[in-house]
């Protein structure tokens, strides 16, 4: 399954204006009953789906971008749409910044791995530089899909059989953890998994010899991301490490080593 599969031609709009959220998430399920996909789920259903996943947490990501989006059991293929509101409109959006581009996922929910996965494949088009601009400038619905789709051939499907390759990310920022996991997990990766760590200055801190270097209290944050993924994907998988993280042979507080897999066997749940 690729981006171009889901995306939905019926489902995009450009230009458009809104009020306030509400008349967004109302518009987000008017707009996916058109796709024949959804005939046998009524736009009522959307709607409750799309409110209730907004009572989890605003799904507007920040960036001037809201990836609205539900799982439900009446549904038994992806549906994806684009709308944009180069105006802006208000989305309780984690940076109370506006919302200019809104993309929607409506999944089966049976799917949940595969969704997780289109919500990054998602997220990383979005992050990508000069992308939403060019998105936004379409006028067209036509316009807008070929900007989404163009280059984004990867496989959101998890595939087997590949040689592997075990990727350990360290990380002692949280802002940029946030970042590179959302990128990590649009990787086709057969496994992802986060554990927790501590800076060693925490400890070394605590050390009289050492303790002149820290007039305040160290972070404490650290975690390490372990990701399985294909072998050919490795270098694909740094570089776009390093397109929020920077340049690795600079930056500090992330680091970033690549082994071969001799034998791997089975998979973990995201």
Known sequence: MKLADV?????????????DKAEVIREVARLAKQCSVLE????????????????????GVGKAVAIPHCRLKSVTEFVVGLITVPSGVDFDSIDAGKVKLIVFIIAPEVESNRHVRLLSVISQMLLTP???????????PGGVYE???????????DREGLAKSLIHVFVQSEDVFRDIL???????????VVVGAENASV?????????SFWTDEPSNFGRIIIAVVDKKLSNETVRRIESVAGDLGKVAGVMVTVQDITYSAGSLGT
């Open 7 to 19: 995306l939905r031609k019926e489902c995009i709009v450009a230009n458009a204006r809104f009020g």
């Open 40 to 59: 046998n789920v009524s736009e009522q259903e959307i709607l409750v789906g799309l409110q209730a996943r907004e009572t989890l947490g605003s799904t």
């Open 130 to 140: 000069k992308v939403p601009e060019k998105i936004l400038s379409e006028q067209t």
């Open 147 to 157: 900007t989404c789709v163009r280059d984004r051939d990867a496989d959101i499907s």
């Open 182 to 192: 959302q990128i990590l997990t649009g990787i086709e990766s057969s496994s992802l």
């Open 203 to 211: 400890y070394l801190s605590k050390l009289p010899l050492f303790a």
